[in-house]
């Protein structure tokens, strides 16, 4: 990455402060761009969804897997739990969708308690031998008796496929039968997964991010307190491909001991490591045993850090300086945090990082672990919270004494309820996807890159006013 006409500013840049500049591309199609990650941890497209309780769970993480990108479940996650989470992904389809199911037995109030956990809104009737009976959707419960049983209401589906099916083959069985969903079924004619034509079209277009045998990826976090070789131990034994030793201040000498510890069981898995904002700091975290530094404090949207303590740094500034040490070590970083449109992993990624790590932007969709509320409008959303608030310090001491607690929690930091709303436009996760990996590739084609490696090498960076920012953004009521 170079600034316009070499000018680098005196000053640290935020992502609305800087622009890319197209270059002279021979990249002709959006779709001759490979946007795989090249810092060892198998993700295909540069998303990592951070480890916040809002966001990152068995849901999220099987998603984003099968789309290429990566979760890593939260630090608070009891082991055990982290265990059966890491195993049900693992167990997952790379290309189907998990139903929803029920029996015709259960009422019409049970598959309206379950739609609204998928995009598509629709429940799988199976009868005790596995197999599919029909379909359930949202729009057919209405007017219904709320305890009327789904025997009454079902569907019988009208694509019904074995599993090995190409996902091309189920987008033509699809369109050819005007069917909104096809069921997937295994050698004995049992349910084995869902997919709607949209996402037949995205298994075309994205490769799962997957482990040696073809499982998907998950990652995990783990603190710096406590044993933290038993903690790396058991998160290696439950299955996590990667591993990310997390703490808001990770340039601190426990961070490095916590490092040094999990390289004492020869993890044999990425280790990432953050949070930092300096070239020091990155430098010293890489040689304490980190293979990816996670870098931003701060920028997040829970996150009260900088107003509480005045500590932090822009973001496009810390990501740069960063990328740039670690380059010269041979490693890698994630930005973390600060993203909140497409063109914001488009510059991290130009800035240097591998990824870029999204947490509250995604907290409103279908697949965060939050229940479905809806607002004195009837719109729907869910909650985000910070993992310094209280609301987060509070379900982390829950084991301590009563002083304890108390103590802690004149502490916090972070908001503890933020509602996010979910985009009518873009209401899962997916459709978030689209638009980001969407806005990435057509940058990469300004720039004339068919790589991320390659992205970063061509992009030219200029600095810009806020009026500048805004001038950018579109107008969609008019003015």
């Known amino acids: 990455m170079r600034f316009l006409n070499g000018q680098r500013p005196d000053h640290d840049l935020t992502y609305d402060e800087v622009f890319l500049v197209p270059s002279p591309s021979s990249v002709t199609s959006r779709f001759d761009v490979d946007l795989s990650t090249v810092d060892g941890t198998g993700a295909t ?24 990108g990566l979760v890593v479940l939260p630090q608070d996650v009891d082991p055990a739990a982290v265990a059966d989470i890491v195993a049900w992904v693992k167990q997952r389809d790379t290309a189907w969708d998990t139903p929803l199911v029920l029996h015709p037995g259960e009422a019409v109030v049970d598959a309206l308690n379950l739609a609204g956990k998928r995009a598509h809104g629709a429940v799988v009737v199976v009868g005790d031998d596995g197999k599919p009976v029909g379909v359930v959707r949202e729009a057919a419960c209405a007017g ?38 096809a069921l997937g079924i295994d050698g004995d004619g049992k349910l084995a997964g869902v997919m709607t034509p949209v996402a037949a079209l995205r298994s075309e277009l994205y490769a799962p991010a997957v482990d040696a045998q073809g499982k998907l990826l998950v990652a995990a976090a783990i603190g710096v307190n406590g044993d933290v070789a038993a903690k790396t131990s058991a998160l290696l034994d439950a299955g996590a491909d990667v591993l990310v030793v997390d703490t808001a201040h990770g340039h601190q000498e426990k961070m490095l001991a916590a490092l040094k510890a999990v390289r004492s069981v020869d993890p044999g898995v990425p280790i990432v490591a953050g949070n930092v904002v300096t070239a ?24 009260t850090t900088r107003m509480m303590t005045g500590v932090g740094r822009p973001q496009f500034s810390a990501v740069a300086e960063c990328a740039e040490a670690a380059r010269e070590l041979g490693k890698h970083v994630w930005a973390d945090g600060g993203v909140r449109h497409p063109r914001d992993v488009a510059l991290a990624l130009a800035a240097g990082a591998s990824a870029a790590m999204v947490g509250s932007w995604f907290a409103g969709t279908y697949e965060s672990p939050g229940d479905l509320h809806y607002d004195e409008h ?10 310094a608030s209280k609301r987060a310090v509070g379900a982390r ?9 108390a103590r802690k929690a004149l502490f916090e930091e972070g908001i503890s309820t933020s509602r996010m709303a979910l985009d009518p436009a873009r209401p899962g996760v997916e459709d978030l996807l689209d638009s980001i990996c969407s806005g990435v590739r057509s940058a990469c084609t300004y720039t004339g890159a068919r790589s991320l490696p390659e992205f970063h090498d061509r992009a030219v960076v200029g600095v810009q006013s806020l009026a500048g920012f805004a001038e950018g953004a579109p107008l969609p009521a008019g003015w």
């Open 280 to 303: 020091a700091g990155t430098r010293d975290l890489i040689d304490a045993g980190a293979d990816v530094v996670k870098v931003g404090v701060g920028p997040g949207a829970m996150c």
């Open 45 to 68: 497209i540069p998303i990592v969804v951070a480890n916040m309780t809002a966001v990152a769970g068995r849901r999220m993480a099987e998603t984003l897997a099968r789309r290429g």
């Open 397 to 405: 001491t829950r084991t301590e004494s009563a002083f304890d607690q």
């Open 144 to 181: 219904v008796d709320r305890f009327a049983r789904l025997a009454d209401i079902v569907e019988p589906a009208t694509v019904t496929l074995p599993i090995s099916t190409p996902p091309r083959e189920v987008f033509e069985q699809l369109h050819a039968h005007g069917a909104p969903l």
């Open 378 to 387: 009837g719109k729907p959303y869910k909650e985000s919270f910070g993992m």
